[in-house]
């Protein structure tokens, strides 16, 4: 509900202006680019208990707070003139609460996605680790395809204040029934226990100066090997030695190929959420049309596993890329469009069709990192992919703040296609060198000679 409803209230209290949503953007996803190889490590050395608690209570009052503050700037409308300094302070407030939620909620995604989904699926057969992934991403499209429709109802027949204020007494009452949720599954899993009692257990790792020191018992002895142990100390910096295990994936081109996909604006995000209010959309209209395109992405994750089984995961990734390149044309037809209204519903449309192959892409991307990421450096990967995302993601709406007037939206689009192009192109790439083609030429000639045969059939018969 915050996701969607967000890029509305920036855009109500600031008008004809993408700047303050832009600024939004550019706040929670530089969080979780800076900081998300850190909360992968964290994950990593927690158990999952204590991950639990603290995502959850940090995650929902993070939304309390950022529901409460907006609640107070669209009461008092004119606050930004009459008290500017109080104006700022909610702005930040609203930013950083949302940030701080955000950083928790990535936290919980690493747990659930990265990790339990994997040891669950231990020592069963091979497709049920394809058929959890498919099931955790409905599950998360489901709520994408409730809480907009919710949110725009609100807002269109109610008020935006009601909405914001809905938003922090649900986050308020939800957290205890979230945690029982996740607590009946954590005691339901007997391998989640066994795991967790040998992440907890494990050593920790002894300090290369430290080392040294115990075994020369020589403080200048050690402060000469300060300079042979430099180069290590710097990997085990959280950031760069997270970075490093990361470059070192397999998977690393795939995870790129991901990423770049958030470098856009064509989503229901709040930069297209912005616009298309600007545009005279209805926010009920917005939030429905966000409704069909959760809905499309639901479908997604019913098709994924047919196709997975029956082409491989690798090649349902690369015709996911390219099926979700080609409805994004759609998208880009719109830029010429006359009619403001038909163009949006142009955009809207084109949008929502391509989340097939996004959400079978990101299935795809997903089970290759599961696949092949060694369990130990499982929530640093995820941690890292996550930060990366996020910058490209915090870059989009960089571009928006530079440019922040809704007519010129279209040059955003533009962007955005390109990055989604060159995601498709490092893909197939990738594929070709893994596969070393990426047609089967010859199974098109059998199938032009057996086309040819039972024509010629036809006509004797």
Not at 203 to 212: A, F, G, I, K, M
Request: glycine share 8%; hydrophobic share 50%.
């Amino acid at each position: 509900m915050w996701e969607f409803s967000v890029g509305l209230y920036m855009i109500s209290i600031w008008p004809d202006s993408l700047l303050l949503a832009a600024v939004y953007g550019v706040v929670e996803s530089g969080s979780i680019f800076l900081l998300g190889p850190t909360i992968g490590e964290w994950v990593d050395k927690l158990s999952y208990v204590k991950v639990l608690q603290l995502w959850l209570v940090t995650q929902n009052f993070s939304f309390m707070v950022a529901g409460a503050t907006v609640f107070g700037m669209l009461a008092y409308p004119d606050l930004k003139s009459t008290n500017p300094g109080l104006f700022i302070v909610l702005i930040v407030v609203t930013n950083v609460s949302g940030a701080m939620g955000m950083l928790s909620t990535l936290a919980g995604t690493i747990l659930i996605e990265r990790e339990w989904v994997v040891v669950m699926s231990e020592g069963q057969p091979p497709g049920l680790l394809t058929q959890m992934n498919s099931v955790v991403r409905r599950i998360d499209l489901i709520c994408k395809l409730f809480a907009p429709v919710v949110s725009g109802f609100i807002i269109s027949f109610v008020s935006l204040k009601v909405s914001a204020m809905t938003l922090a007494i649900l986050n308020t009452t939800c957290v205890w029934l979230e945690y029982w949720f996740f607590m009946s599954v954590y005691k339901g899993i007997p391998a989640l226990v066994e795991r967790n009692q040998r992440r907890t257990s494990r050593p920790s790792p002894v300090d290369p100066l430290e080392s040294s020191l115990i075994q020369n018992g020589d403080p200048e002895s050690a402060e000469s090997n300060q300079k042979q142990n430099f180069r290590e100390k710097i990997s085990k910096i959280p950031f760069v030695g997270a970075w490093k295990v990361y470059l070192e994936q397999e998977a690393v081109i795939p995870g790129v190929s991901l990423a770049l996909l958030y470098f856009t604006v064509l989503s229901f995000g709040s930069l297209m959420t912005a616009t298309l209010e600007w545009e005279g959309v209805p926010a009920f209209v917005i939030g429905t049309a966000r409704g069909i395109s959760a809905t499309i992405g639901i479908a997604a994750t019913l098709v994924y596993p047919v196709l997975q089984s029956r082409i491989s995961t690798l090649r349902t990734g690369l015709w996911s890329a390219w099926s979700q390149w080609i409805f994004l044309l759609v998208c880009v037809g719109s830029i010429w469009v006359q009619n403001g209204l038909i163009a949006a519903y142009m955009l809207m449309g084109g949008v929502a069709a391509s989340r097939l192959g996004l959400w079978m892409f990101d299935l795809a991307v997903i089970q290759q990192m599961q696949d092949e990421v060694p369990e130990s450096d499982r929530c640093v990967v995820g941690g890292v992919q996550n930060s990366l995302q996020s910058f490209l993601d915090l870059m989009a709406y960089v571009m928006g703040i530079f440019i922040s007037n809704p007519q010129d939206f279209w040059k955003l689009m533009l962007l955005s296609f390109l990055a989604v192009t060159l995601s498709a192109i490092l893909y197939t790439s990738h594929v070709y060198r893994v596969r070393k083609h990426l047609i089967h030429f010859e199974k098109i000639i059998q199938l032009g000679r057996w086309l040819t045969r039972q024509t010629s059939d036809d006509c004797r018969s």
